[in-house]
């Protein structure tokens, strides 16, 4: 499933449609629709596959709720390259900057919770089964024992990077409206861009 889920992202970034036999179809850019990810539905999410890990005897009701998961990291990951995209095509724009920036700030977010997600499977009464037919032998030995790697001060430190990558993106755009290596550019921008 994680090599499928691997290959999903890769693949599926440019078109969410399907024609009528289920295969994919190519979208052109410009018609590809962006949707705000919504960090209140991908924890809700996350959660029924904890819950499902937890009280489920069906293989399949567990998988079924873990796609339900990875669909939405899916379309996470395809909405927040459109926004880097759009937003790189334009700096000032003011819309793009905030999607970009909302994209960046919950994506670890969406990383933690996948954690959770691999943490319950591994505790999971049906974890041999879920190896043996999807996962991979030994796939959740990594989870056995140890603690996550997402915690308040990593997330803290996450957020301040992200706070610090914006900061570079508003001067970048601040800077196009002066000459460039002239000496007021220099003055203005090069030692901020440096600082960040």
Not at 63 to 73: M, T
Not at 87 to 112: K, R, T
Request: aromatic residues 16%.
């Amino acid at each position: 499933l994680a090599l499928i889920l691997c290959a999903a992202v890769l693949l599926c970034g440019c078109s969410g449609a399907t024609n009528a036999l289920g295969f994919s179809k190519t979208v052109k850019f410009e018609d590809m629709e962006y949707i705000r990810p919504d960090v209140d539905a991908v924890a809700a999410s996350a959660q029924n596959v904890i819950s499902a890990a937890e009280t489920e005897t069906s293989v399949d009701a567990v998988l079924g709720a873990v796609w339900d998961y990875y669909d939405l990291y899916t379309e996470y990951i395809t909405n927040s390259n459109l926004a880097y995209i759009r937003y790189n095509a334009d700096l000032n724009d003011i819309y793009w900057e905030d999607e970009y920036n909302h994209c960046a700030e919950v994506g670890p977010q969406y990383d933690m919770y996948l954690e959770d997600i691999y943490y319950a499977l591994a505790d999971c009464g049906l974890r041999e089964e879920l190896e043996e037919e999807y996962f991979g032998e030994g796939y959740f030995d990594s989870y056995d024992n140890t603690e996550s790697f997402y915690n308040e001060e990593l997330m803290a430190i996450l957020e301040q990077e992200q706070e610090l990558i914006a900061r570079y993106y508003e001067l970048s755009a601040e800077s196009q409206e002066t000459e460039y290596y002239s000496e007021e550019y220099f003055e203005a921008y090069t030692m901020p861009l440096t600082q960040v």
